[in-house]
């Protein structure tokens, strides 16, 4: 499972650009940055619209005050439904990367995939947040199931 002083390993994440999907390497992401990565179990799920990704747009200039290149929301869902979801929260205004792990390749890799069948979710990643630097996870916070506290952006930013 994912712990703190882990280097991260090379992943791959979709996005809407330009020209339609397109494929993102994590390295490239953290290589030489400072980043934060936080994950939820699905778009539009109640607690990850109303929670969890409010908390990091109300600290994202919290965030860049102590130096974060850059803000990653994931989620096991697909790059236009991340897209759509970071427009109608204000995410993307706000300047949160949305990435899909799209088949939850990460959230597998990583030790945090996880079913809730009573909620109609398989494959999905557990709720998480973590503070990078140049690919190796410095802070890391996860959340019981069910919950949304320990990885909110307020939390996290009281780890940097």
């Not at 790059?79 to 300047?95: F, L, N, P, Q, S």
């Not at 899909?100 to 979710?121: C, S, T, V, W």
């Not at 909110?152 to 780890?159: I, V, Y």
């Amino acid at each position: 499972m994912l712990e703190t002083g882990m280097r991260l390993p090379e992943a791959r994440f979709l996005r809407i650009g330009a020209g339609g999907p397109e494929e993102v390497l994590l390295s490239t992401l953290v290589r030489g940055r400072k980043v934060v990565i936080f994950a939820v179990p699905g778009a539009f799920t109640p607690t990850c619209d109303s929670a969890h990704v409010p908390s990091f747009i109300r600290s994202m200039d919290a965030y860049r005050a102590k130096g974060v290149d850059e803000v990653i929301c994931l989620s096991v869902n697909d790059a236009h439904v991340m897209r759509y979801w970071g427009e109608t929260t204000g995410a993307a205004a706000a300047g949160i990367t949305m990435l899909a792990d799209a088949d939850g390749a990460f959230a597998r890799a990583m030790g945090l995939a996880y079913d809730n069948p009573a909620a109609g979710m398989f494959g999905r990643s557990r709720r998480y947040a973590m503070a990078v630097e140049d690919g190796v996870v410095t802070a890391f916070e996860l959340d019981p199931l069910g919950q949304c506290s320990l990885s909110t952006g307020e939390a996290l930013l009281e780890k940097l």
